[in-house]
């Protein structure tokens, strides 16, 4: 399936590195979100972009920080990460908000 | 409380058995509900949306109970390609306005075993 897409798949990185992570969707949705997974934890929102724009910002990190330069793309760029951020990193969009949300495959993140 | 809350489970059930889970909720103006898979270590799929009419899409049955908030989905004839783990989502609130939100359970482990 290539409705939501994810670049890289996996990473790893130092925690003087800087790295981004991109999202692309060919589905004509209208919003896009950044959730973070980690392990035995629920589904945790970062990012919420409508029409392009930040409607959401769910008390993340200066560390991270995302950009929607279009409807189909959204980015997290990220720099002096801790070890605790390593997780996996969806990327999902819907059209609308609070409709069912389709995601793309992940970003499995390890932070050393 | 939980805004959504799953028996995490793990649920050990034989090939053709029925299993059903449960989901609670909080907030009695949420609208929209729905159930995703997510396979170790995949992201989450959409599985099916809950109607207030329940819904059934091959042996997968969905049921919302507004009055004791809750939605369930039963398996019947479970397979080896069931095993996954079973997300609960419910929207926040109304659509009016910004309360459009999509709140997540932790998830129901179901293993399917030969």
């Known amino acids: 399936e290539t409705g939501v897409t994810q670049t890289p798949r996996h990473l790893v990185m130092g925690m003087t590195n800087k790295k981004s992570l991109k999202c692309e969707q060919h589905l004509g949705h209208n919003a896009m979100y950044w959730y973070k997974q980690s392990a035995k934890k629920p589904l945790e929102l970062m990012f919420v972009?409508?029409?392009?724009?930040?409607?959401e910002n769910n008390s993340v990190p200066s560390r991270f920080s995302p950009e929607c330069p279009n409807s189909s793309h959204l980015f997290l760029h990220l720099h002096t990460l801790q070890p605790e951020d390593s997780a996996l990193y969806l990327c999902a969009s819907s059209q609308g908000r609070g409709f069912e949300q389709y995601f793309g495959p992940g970003t499995r993140l390890t932070v050393t | 409380r939980k805004e959504v809350e799953q028996d995490p489970g793990p649920f050990n059930v034989p090939e053709g058995a029925t299993v059903a889970f449960n989901c609670t909720y909080s907030?009695?103006?949420?609208?929209?509900f729905f159930w995703y898979r997510q396979d170790c270590r995949k992201e989450p799929k959409l599985l099916m949306s809950v109607y207030s009419s329940g819904n059934e899409d091959g042996r997968f049955t969905a049921q919302l109970n507004r009055a004791s908030q809750y939605i369930s989905l039963l398996i019947r004839d479970s397979k080896l390609s069931d095993s996954a783990t079973y997300l609960c989502v419910v929207n926040r609130g109304s659509y009016a306005g910004n309360n459009r939100k999509l709140i997540w359970g932790l998830g129901t482990s179901l293993a399917v075993n030969p």
């Open positions: 907030n009695s103006a949420s609208q929209s």
């Open positions: 972009y409508s029409l392009e724009e930040r409607v």
